[in-house]
């Protein structure tokens, strides 16, 4: 079975950090591209960053490029997602994915909330 | 980046009804499509992907349809289950973009 469980969200102040973590289990890690897909309270959903199955390639959404890293250990099975310089409009559940190759996020984790507030 | 607009935004059906959700592309997106389902609570999942593909285990009275601009979701025989909030999502160029959302209620 297909899990992807996130960790590490919560209340953060704003310009500071925060990393995400999801480890996923059930599939061949390796094999796939992952996604970090966000959504703000009662709010509709919104594609954050997507990585290749080895890491060679990332893409990012405009308001994150240059503060937000997505990255992967595939050793480890875990997908990453480290945010800096974090504003309110960060705030959001945010959602490990697994990017389908015939496209699509076919599996999601629970998601896990991020505060950002002072 | 393609803005992707779905209608309705709500929607209220009765039991055993069909009910249609439409979304419209920006652009043409060559049925690079996905529907989604998020309950009440919960996550997201996968229904439809390629504008007409059900994913494995979505129930078969739900399909998708369309292609260039223009897309649909049909849910058959509606049960009390499939109250939820609908989204589409192209995923054809990043950004990779979703619509706002349908919510379906039942009646």
């Known amino acids: 079975e297909v899990q992807l469980v996130e960790s590490g969200g919560g209340l953060v102040q704003p310009g500071r950090s925060m990393k995400l973590s999801c480890a996923a289990s059930g599939f061949t890690f390796s094999n796939y591209g992952m996604a970090w897909v966000r959504q703000a309270p009662t709010k509709g959903l919104e594609w954050v960053a997507t990585i290749s199955y080895d890491g060679s390639s990332t893409y990012y959404r405009d308001s994150v490029k240059g503060r937000f890293t997505i990255s992967r250990d595939n050793a480890k099975s875990t997908l990453y997602l480290q945010m800096n310089s974090l504003r309110s409009e960060d705030t959001a559940t945010y959602y490990c994915?697994?990017?389908?190759?015939?496209?699509?996020?076919?599996?999601w984790g629970q998601g896990v909330m991020v505060t950002v507030s002072s | 980046d393609i803005q992707m607009t779905q209608s309705p935004a709500s929607l209220s059906a009765s039991l055993g009804e069909t009910v249609t959700i439409e979304c419209l592309a920006s652009?043409?997106?060559?049925?690079?499509l996905a529907w989604y389902q998020q309950k009440p609570g919960k996550s997201p999942q996968l229904l439809i992907y390629?504008?007409?593909s059900l994913n494995d285990g979505v129930p078969s009275r739900f399909s998708g349809s369309g292609s260039g601009t223009q897309y649909s979701l049909k849910i058959n025989s509606l049960q009390s289950e499939d109250v939820s909030i609908y989204f589409c999502?192209?995923?054809?160029?990043?950004?990779?973009?979703f619509g706002g959302g349908t919510k379906l209620e039942l009646k």
């Open positions: 390629y504008a007409n």
């Open positions: 994915t697994r990017s389908s190759f015939p496209g699509g996020f076919d599996y």
């Open positions: 999502q192209q995923n054809y160029d990043s950004p990779w973009t």
């Open positions: 652009e043409d997106i060559y049925s690079n």
